[in-house]
């Protein structure tokens, strides 16, 4: 008489291993995916994010560039002054409203190490000066360009002055860097009429 086995045998056991260990393998593998993607899509979302929110302050700017309080005071449209295609910006504007341009009212952009800088105290047309802050994060983005160029609009016999703004940034995906390019056309509000 025969005995009814009770177990596996070790051939059995071996197989279901086998089969677990892929089974895990392909689980594990899928979970690292997810989190690459997600840390890729991250990474993307903050670029945009990082643009998107320098594009807005500079945009802001550009339109405060040239005001006063005294309309007879033209030095805030004069120190408006950039290089068309370069990485300088440099403006002025009455932020203290008493019609007279300080030194602290003499401000910049500009493409420095990999960020966007600004400033206060711009005190040259080749935007050098003091007090450059960085106002992008080299640890979120890589900034590569920053492009201001001439775009005036002809309307009859006016020309309203707009510029082109540029930037470009990028970030480090693996096995490639992703690149985001943003353009916004900003009217100068407070040009000189003459």
């Known amino acids: 008489m025969m005995k009814k086995q009770h177990g596996l045998t070790l051939i ?15 689980v594990i593998t899928i979970f690292i995916s ?5 840390t890729d899509t991250m990474k993307m979302t903050r670029l945009n994010q990082e643009l998107r929110g320098v594009m807005t302050l500079i945009s802001d700017e550009i339109k405060r560039a040239g005001y006063s309080s005294d309309a007879t005071n033209s030095a805030f449209n004069d120190a408006f002054n950039f290089d068309s295609g370069s990485s ?39 935007c050098a000066g003091t007090g450059w802050q960085d106002i992008t994060d080299t640890a979120i983005a890589t900034m590569t360009a920053f492009i201001i160029t001439d775009a005036p609009i002809g309307v009859g016999t006016i020309n309203i002055n707009h510029l082109n703004v540029t930037l470009t940034g990028q970030v480090d995906l693996t ?19 003459s």
């Not at 059995?12 to 392909?26: K, N, P, T």
């Not at 997810?34 to 997600?38: D, F, G, V």
């Not at 403006?91 to 420095?112: I, K, M, P, R, V």
């Not at 860097?177 to 009429?193: F, L, P």
């Open 34 to 38: 997810n989190i690459k993607s997600a």
């Open 175 to 193: 096995p490639n860097d992703a690149v985001r390019t943003i353009t916004e056309i900003v009217r100068v509000r407070n040009e000189d009429a």
């Open 12 to 26: 059995e056991m071996m197989i279901a291993m086998i089969i677990g260990i892929i089974i895990s393998g392909a």
């Open 88 to 126: 300088c910006l440099r403006y002025s504007y009455d932020e203290d409203g008493d019609g007279t341009q300080g030194a602290d009212e003499q401000f910049g952009f500009h493409l420095n190490n990999s960020a966007i800088e600004w400033t206060n105290r711009v005190t040259s047309d080749t």
